[in-house]
């Protein structure tokens, strides 16, 4: 049984995979918020609570797509206090996990790991990418770790009226907009495509954090089979 039991429920349902998180998905994801808190409770109490939407999300998405495989290999990039991380291994799920503060970044585990290059059926990265300065070179990484018809799932702190320059959260390098999803990182991904129709619009972000409204947004792709890549470069 993939679950514990004493956590006994029904898998939360993906509304949509690339999509605003906004005040709808956490409606949408309650339930599996209240899971995480069940799961992870000494790590959700150090949490904000309107961005725990991102890691419920990520879990959900993580056991849809699980269930597509026979004992996918999955990978977390950045698992270091990730409530989704922590909330998968609890409910029995095998997780290799990477993180710069338990004990490797991508760029150190990719070159070091040549023989891991396209053998992930999932891999999964909350909330990491706007901390990340080379995220063209972060996302094409992870595109090399996917194996063939592998899922990427991420999520990122998002604001589609960005300029270089506009002020961000402390730790952040940038916010995200539909052109850097869409365009920018779909580019360093050859061989990926997006996993559904995205809906990236927010006009009115709802979550406030050092005094600056954005909000969340989801990053969900899916590597093609060697034959489909073959075709598309033919065509």
């Given amino acids: 049984m993939r679950f514990v039991s004493r956590f006994f429920r029904r898998k939360q349902l993906v509304a949509r995979f690339n999509c605003i998180l906004n005040d709808d998905a956490r409606v949408h994801y309650k339930p599996t918020i209240k899971l995480l808190w069940r799961l992870t409770p000494e790590m959700m109490r150090r949490k904000i609570a309107e961005a725990n939407v991102q890691q419920a999300f990520v879990l959900a ?82 595109n090399d770790l996917l194996a063939p018809r592998g899922v990427a799932i991420m999520t990122c702190d998002f604001n589609d009226q960005y300029k270089p320059g506009d002020l961000l959260p402390p730790t952040d390098v940038r916010f995200y907009t539909k052109r850097d999803l869409s365009m920018r990182l779909m580019a360093a991904m050859p061989g990926c495509r997006l996993i559904d129709q995205p809906i990236w619009n927010c006009d009115t972000p709802d979550f406030t954090y050092a005094g600056l409204h954005y909000t969340f947004a989801s990053f969900v792709v899916r590597k093609e089979e060697a034959k489909n890549r073959a075709h598309g470069l033919l065509a």
């Avoid at 269930?67 to 609890?90: H, Q, R, W, Y």
């Avoid at 999932?122 to 995220?135: C, K, M």
């Fill in 61 to 142: 998405s993580v056991e849809h797509v699980a269930s597509e495989f026979e004992n996918p290999k999955i990978l977390c990039v950045g698992s270091f206090e990730d409530t989704a991380a922590a909330g998968l291994n609890a409910l029995g799920y095998t997780i290799e996990e990477i993180d710069p503060a338990i004990n490797s970044d991508l760029d150190t585990f990719y070159r070091a790991h040549p023989e891991k290059h396209e053998s992930y059926e999932i891999i999964f990265s909350t909330s990491v990418l706007e901390h990340v300065a080379d995220d063209e070179l972060f996302v094409g990484q992870i």
